[in-house]
């Protein structure tokens, strides 16, 4: 197990006040299932200890503003305006999925309802493009223009992922495409705003996100495995969710794509209507290790996770920061296996 970078609280600490005071700015119907999500508050508006997630997004955006020798507090406004675009998208996610359960409790549709849920992910989505474009700088504007191109990307993937749910097989290709849209993007956007808003030059910015393209393959990847054999206690979702609702992840497209007896019978299992069982799920997990599903899987997030480290060797950018972002990217290669 690779330890907890320290630059995750580092960042925490740093971007979190500002995060929070973006967020209390939205409308008094917005604010409590925002900061509920966010896991500042409960439900009833008691305070909370929940706690969000591992602010991986912040932690790269200030990284890359370090990287190529700025002040870590210039990347505060990509950070926020990254994170909120990121949970926006968590909030649309749960209901397309219908995840009743995030981070060990509820998921803000399933406390506040479906609607409420909608028009935070809306909110959160509208309000990271205020944040950046208060002071219009050239560099601001810059990181908006990136910052837009990388959410169509993402809404992309996840229309991708959506649309695998009509399809009989996904390849490898395919699947790695979509995930490069839906995951890669984003962190392509985190590992390199910092960067722009200290107005680097164009070939480390370009460096810097490469980096974190590639990273968020080897996430994704690493997220296809927990989302099958994950530890719910450390997960937060249901064991096994990814096969119940017959998603088709990388694990699985491996499997598919490869032909044979594991192939059909895996087809078999997914042309079911509805959720899986709790037999078919087990069985599916079976027939996918046994055919290289897992294994293909972690393999891909081990060569994303060297093609990351690649992007950002030998390209002028500090030298303590990038050990730190080798660090970053070998957690989260390694989480959990």
């Not at 169509?152 to 649309?163: P, W």
Request: glycine letters at 10%.
């Amino acid at each position: 197990m690779v330890a907890t970078p320290a630059v995750l609280e580092r960042a925490r600490v740093l971007v979190e006040p500002s995060l929070a005071a973006a967020v209390d700015r939205l409308a008094d119907e917005l604010r409590l299932p925002a900061r509920y999500h966010f896991g500042w508050v409960e439900a009833d508006g008691s305070p909370s200890d929940a706690g969000a997630g591992k602010g991986l997004r912040p932690a790269l955006a200030v990284l890359s503003a370090e990287a190529v020798g700025a002040d870590a507090s210039v990347a505060v406004p990509g950070a926020v305006a990254v994170q909120l675009v990121h949970d926006f998208s968590l909030v649309h996610d749960d209901i397309i999925d219908g995840d009743v359960e995030r981070r060990h409790r509820p998921t803000v549709w399933a406390a506040f309802g479906v609607d409420d849920a909608v028009i935070v992910g809306d909110a959160l989505h509208n309000l990271a493009f205020q944040v950046l474009l208060e002071d219009p700088s050239p560099e601001r504007v810059a990181a908006t223009a990136r910052l837009a191109r990388a959410t169509t990307a993402m809404i992309a993937g996840q229309a991708s992922d959506m649309a695998f749910d009509d399809l009989p097989a996904v390849d490898l290709a395919a699947c790695l495409a979509m995930e490069a849209d839906k995951t890669g993007a984003l962190l392509g956007y985190s590992a390199s705003v910092g960067a722009v808003l200290a107005g680097a030059p164009a070939g480390q910015v370009d460096a810097l996100e490469a980096y974190g393209a590639e990273l968020g393959l080897a996430f994704q990847a690493v997220d296809d495995v927990l989302g099958i054999w994950g530890d719910p206690s450390v997960t937060g979702k249901a064991a096994g969710n990814d096969l119940r609702e017959r998603k088709k992840s990388m694990p699985v497209a491996l499997v598919l794509s490869g032909g044979g007896a594991a192939a059909a019978e895996l087809a078999d299992l997914y042309a079911t209507d509805g959720d899986l069982s709790d037999g078919q799920v087990e069985r599916a997990a079976t027939l996918i290790a046994e055919a290289g599903g897992r294994d293909g899987t972690v393999a891909e997030a081990r060569r994303r996770l060297d093609a990351a480290l690649a992007a950002v060797d030998g390209i002028g950018l500090e030298s303590s920061t990038v050990d730190e972002l080798a660090g970053l990217a070998r957690f989260v290669a390694d989480r959990d296996f």
